[in-house]
């Protein structure tokens, strides 16, 4: 095929290579692997919010990014599957400033010595921003570490792979988070902050998702947001957030839950 010729009919902004490179890598795993919504398998770098994102369809990721220029409101949707060049193109270190804009039916990123080009995906993004400013009128703050470190052991028990969930309860201002394997039970107690939850109640959610956000959230205290128990948590930090939707509880994990939010 031809080489895409590139015009300057489009305003382009520019993003600092450092900072997509970190936001691509970082936010990877929360891209769709098995390409049955192409949309899903790319990462929406937003130029109204001034956010790169990244959604499989059950966990959002995103990050602020430092931009400039740029149409308002314009954005591009870069597929996953570049990163391993993007990897080999970009310096972690360096804050030279990108070229992205677009033409006609391709999208670009020039830097210095190199040249992206990509054919538009048209397909449209989700509205991330009703899902983002949804109404969360309950929160609290975690330590990070503590709460990575309960959930990975819940990982490492099996409980992701047997596609079963944690279950996140809070009572009389405290959170206890509960895990049940075919073979193993357990029950931990994680510290809460500036909670407002009176209520009682009991949330699940698949643990791989909450460490994946854990993983990568750059603040030590996480603030964490819900509506209620069958609703997303959204988590932030600084620069970054994720959306984590709940997950049904069923089964026989329903009594042990019962009798601890009783």
Known sequence: PEWPVITSDVKSGKIQEKDLLESMVNLAPFLRKDGNNEVLTAYNVNWNTSRIYACDGYRL????????????????????????????????????????????????????????????????????????????????????????????????????????????????????VFGQTTRFESLDHVEISNSNIEKHFAIGFNPQYWLDALNVVDTEKVHVQMAGNKNPALLTGEEYGFLILAVIIKGEINKKIAELVA
């Open 61 to 176: 990721g995103y990050k602020k990014l430092n931009t400039s220029g740029g149409r308002t409101g314009k954005t591009y949707l870069i597929l996953g599957s570049s990163l391993p060049v993007f990897k080999k193109l970009l310096d972690k270190k360096s804050e030279k400033g990108l070229i992205c804009g677009e033409s006609g039916s391709f999208i670009y990123i020039f830097g210095e010595d190199f040249q992206y080009i990509q054919r538009k995906i048209s397909q449209e993004y989700l509205d991330v921003e009703v899902l983002l400013n949804g109404n969360f009128s309950q929160e609290f703050d975690v330590d990070k570490e503590e709460l990575k470190a309960v959930v990975k052991y819940d990982v490492d028990l099996g409980i992701a792979k047997e596609r079963k969930p944690i279950v996140m309860i809070f009572k009389n201002g405290e959170m206890q």
